[in-house]
Each structure stands twice: as C-alpha cells, then as structure tokens.
C-alpha cells in the first residue's frame, strides 16, 4: 500500500490502485483520467478538494459505482485516516483491491452499508 497516494477526489484508492507505479494519484494530474474525470471537474469548480467534502449525496461519474461511493460515504462518517487504516489492515488479511483487471474484493457488492460494515471488519 502506498498511503501516501491516499484516496482520489472520487473515494477510489490510489493507495492501492495497481497503476501506482506510473500514476501519482488523482491531485498530480499525472492520472490517466485527468482530463475527462467527472468528479475532479466537479470537486475544483466547489472548491473542495474531495468529493466526500460536499454536502450532496451525488452519484456523478464514478460516485455512480458502488466502491467509490461507499468509499465516499465511510469518509463522511468516519474520515479518511480510517478508512486507510482499515484498507491497509484489510490487505495484511488478504482483502485485494484489485486482482485481474480494476476488479477486487470490494467490488463484489451492490449494498452501500453491507460495503461499509467489509471495510470495518475485513469480513462479509
């Protein structure tokens, strides 16, 4: 894990994202998406540096998948110092963000709270 990289404007974590060793995170503008991402767009024009920072339950570009806004949704209610302390607890127990692909453990849900509560415990 490369907490440094934190989590993106969105709620993904590019702490863990698989491109983070050509990508620097969603604020260096060296992200791949950079130029056509939704929610950076929409969090600069706020004046907000990341989505769980606005006060709208939005669902816009990728808040419309269930990771990043269940992402998103822990932040508001917990912060983002532990959602990374629970990610990195969750991959020293073997919980993978991606395997094939951009497809992980936390992808296989469709309940925001039922994502929540994997986060939490690092079990289903």
């Not at 983070?20 to 995170?25: E, P, R, V, W």
């Not at 004046?47 to 816009?60: A, F, L, Q, T």
């Amino acid at each position: 894990m490369k907490r440094e990289l934190g989590i993106a404007r969105c709620g993904l974590a590019c702490c863990l994202c698989s491109e983070n060793d050509k990508c620097n995170g969603c604020g260096s503008d060296k992200c791949p998406d950079n130029s056509w991402c939704v929610n950076k767009k929409c969090s600069i024009e706020k004046g907000i540096s990341h989505c769980y920072m606005c006060r709208d339950d939005c669902k816009k570009g990728l808040l419309n998948k269930i990771k990043p806004y269940s992402f998103t949704l822990f932040i508001k209610r917990y912060g983002e110092d532990k959602l990374l302390d629970c990610l990195e607890a969750n991959e020293k127990k073997g919980i993978v963000y991606h395997r094939e692909g951009i497809n992980g453990d936390y992808d296989d849900f469709d309940d925001a709270e039922k994502l929540i509560d994997f986060i939490l415990t690092g079990t289903r």
